[in-house]
């Protein structure tokens, strides 16, 4: 089993992203060699897996970053599908600005409450997530890749906020512009296919 998930974990790519408003080609191409990077890592770690000995101190190790790694690739993978090149607005009357409006009264609460969330010091995601008992929509913060998320709680909108995400294009004190540079190209399509 872990050999078979060794070989499917391999890089996708984004060609769909060229174009974008506010983030450019080189801030894309060192963002895609550090998610290759934690592909590589995936691999890896279920190669090690099959090798140590199961309760060794370096099979433990491998265990606990185990989750990091992984997210790592999954949630890259969520933030460059869940944009594209002249995002747009919200389609309103679609089903993500009825839930937002409803919840947070108006979708510019919703985005002042994410862009809000994603200044907040510190390196990590924002996190729009659906909750699976309620089918409501909460704003999270999100530590490393693997610290902070709801369980059970569905992605629907995700930002990297790691200082490698924009700093090619912005100074680490400039990730305010970032964060509305990444509110130009936001795919609401894939981000409300994501919808439960």
């Not at 309760?55 to 890259?76: A, I, P």
């Not at 933030?79 to 409803?102: H, R, V």
Request: hydrophobic share 35%; glycine share 8%; with cysteine.
């Amino acid at each position: 089993m872990t050999t078979t998930m060794a070989q499917s974990c391999q890089a996708k790519t984004f060609d769909h992203l060229k174009g974008l408003d506010g983030i450019s080609q080189s801030q894309l191409d060192a963002h895609y060699a550090l998610y290759k990077g934690y592909v590589t890592n995936v691999t890896k770690l279920f190669e090690n897996l099959e090798k140590l000995e199961t309760g060794s101190q370096e099979w433990n190790e491998v265990k606990r970053r185990f989750g990091f790694e992984v997210n790592g690739v999954v949630l890259h993978e969520l933030y460059f599908t869940n944009m594209k090149p002249n995002g747009g607005s919200i389609p309103q009357g679609s089903k993500l600005a009825q839930l937002i409006k409803e919840q947070y009264g108006s979708y510019d609460q919703w985005e002042a409450d994410f862009k809000t969330t994603g200044k907040m010091r510190g390196i990590g995601w924002v996190i729009t997530y659906q909750c699976p008992c309620t089918g409501k929509l909460i704003n999270c913060w999100v530590s490393d890749h693997e610290n902070g998320h709801p369980a059970g709680f569905k992605p629907i909108l995700v930002m990297d906020v790691w200082e490698h995400a924009f700093t090619v294009d912005y100074k680490p004190t400039e990730k305010g512009n970032y964060i509305d540079a990444f509110f130009k190209n936001i795919n609401w399509e894939e981000v409300e296919s994501r919808l439960s």
